[in-house]
C-alpha cells in the first residue's frame, strides 16, 4: 500500500520561506514522477509543480514559478518543495502525490495522495 506522507507546513510571514517534504514508503519511489498540489479552503485543489523520476524534470504552476523549488532524493524516497517569497495567496493545504503510471513523464494522472500539510501565510 503506497503511503505518502507531508511535513513542514506550518504559520510562515509573508516573504519568508518554508520547507515541505514528504516521505514514501509502498513504491518504487524511482519509477514515479512526483507532484505536489494545493488546495485553499473553499477552492479546488489545484497544481503546484511535477518533478520526473531522476528529477531532470519540473514543472511549475505560473503562480509559483521563480519562487518554489520541487526536488527529489531517490535515495531516501523524499521529495520536497523548498517555497521562497511566499505571499498570502500561497495559503492552503499541500500535498504530494504520485503519478499513477511508472515511467512516464510528464504525468497525466496522479493516482495516490498524502494527508497533506498545512501552509498559512500570514501579511
Known amino acids: 500500500q503506497v503511503q505518502l506522507v507531508e511535513s513542514g507546513g506550518g504559520l510562515v510571514q509573508a516573504g519568508g520561506s518554508l520547507r515541505l517534504s514528504c516521505a514514501a514508503s509502498?513504491?518504487?519511489?524511482?519509477?514515479?514522477?512526483m507532484g505536489w498540489f494545493r488546495q485553499a479552503r473553499g477552492k479546488e485543489r489545484d497544481f503546484v509543480a511535477a518533478?520526473?523520476?531522476?528529477?531532470?524534470?519540473?514543472n511549475y504552476a505560473d503562480s509559483v514559478k521563480g519562487r518554489f523549488t520541487v526536488s527529489r532524493d531517490n535515495a531516501k524516497n523524499t521529495v520536497s518543495l523548498q517555497m521562497n517569497s511566499l505571499k498570502p495567496e500561497d495559503t492552503a493545504v499541500y500535498y504530494c502525490?504520485?503519478?499513477?503510471?511508472?515511467?512516464?513523464?510528464?504525468?497525466?494522472?496522479?493516482?495516490?495522495w498524502g494527508q497533506g500539510t498545512q501552509v498559512i501565510v500570514s501579511s
Open positions: 509502498g513504491l518504487t519511489f524511482g519509477s514515479y514522477a
Open positions: 502525490a504520485a503519478d499513477s503510471v511508472r515511467f512516464r513523464w510528464p504525468p497525466a494522472k496522479f493516482g495516490s
Open positions: 518533478i520526473s523520476l531522476r528529477g531532470g524534470g519540473t
